[in-house]
């Protein structure tokens, strides 16, 4: 293997995908695991720590890490030539790998588009770094929390139809 | 009723039985 062939290029893709997901998934995963269990039990006077600078500093590896994971994940999709059967869902192809990426594919870009639609755009209301009552911050609470919570649960079998995607059938 | 997705533990169960559900769809697809 070269280190500059096509197939070099593709795994620096692949490798910077999974990279990009780790710290995608990883600040997904603390905030469901770790921060919102935890935030109840912290005393009031030290609560503004978590909003005011752990908050905004996970929210900004959270997203770009879905950006960059979204971006490699598609461009190592169209060097590999599966993009577009991917995107179908392997139908008529007869293959059981391209039904198995393209589920993980389409669970995959749900989640980005929850991320920068839904998450993000309440977390700034919450944040206070766009313009809301407190009707509405608590209402942008609530939905950027249960959007993460379907983020968590939609992130089982999407890592389940990527990892067995190369397990099962590349 | 209370949401299932406000229990991380329901939320994590639902992840796996969505996972069946998924594999169930690969396999009758291809």
């Known amino acids: ?11 620096c893709f ?41 908050l905004p500093e996970a929210l900004f590896w959270f997203r770009w890490g879905a950006m960059a994971t979204i971006v490699t994940g598609l461009i190592l ?3 590999n030539g599966y993009l577009l059967n991917a995107i179908k869902l392997g139908i008529g192809d007869h293959s059981r790998y391209y039904t198995t990426i393209g589920f993980g594919m389409w669970l995959g870009a ?3 588009f929850n991320v920068w639609f839904i998450i993000w755009p ?34 089982i ?10 397990h099962f059938y590349a | 009723m209370k949401n299932p997705l406000d229990s991380l533990a329901q939320t994590v169960a639902l ?11 690969i396999h009758a697809i291809n």
């Open chain 1, 1 to 11: 293997m070269e280190l500059v062939s096509y197939e070099w290029w593709a795994f």
């Open chain 1, 14 to 54: 692949r490798w910077l995908h999974v990279l990009s997901g780790i710290m995608w998934i990883g600040h997904l995963w603390y905030f469901n695991f770790t921060q919102a269990p935890t935030v109840p039990k912290i005393p009031m006077e030290l609560r503004p720590a978590i909003g005011k600078f752990i």
């Open chain 1, 77 to 79: 999709a169209g060097m």
């Open chain 1, 110 to 112: 749900i989640m980005w």
């Open chain 1, 122 to 155: 309440n977390q700034q209301k919450v944040m206070g770094l766009v313009q809301a009552s407190d009707d509405e911050k608590k209402a942008s609470a609530r939905t950027a929390g249960l959007t993460s919570r379907i983020n968590t649960l939609l992130s």
């Open chain 1, 157 to 166: 079998p999407m890592v389940y139809c990527m990892v067995g995607a190369m």
């Open chain 2, 15 to 25: 992840g796996f039985v969505l996972t069946v559900v998924v594999v169930i769809l």
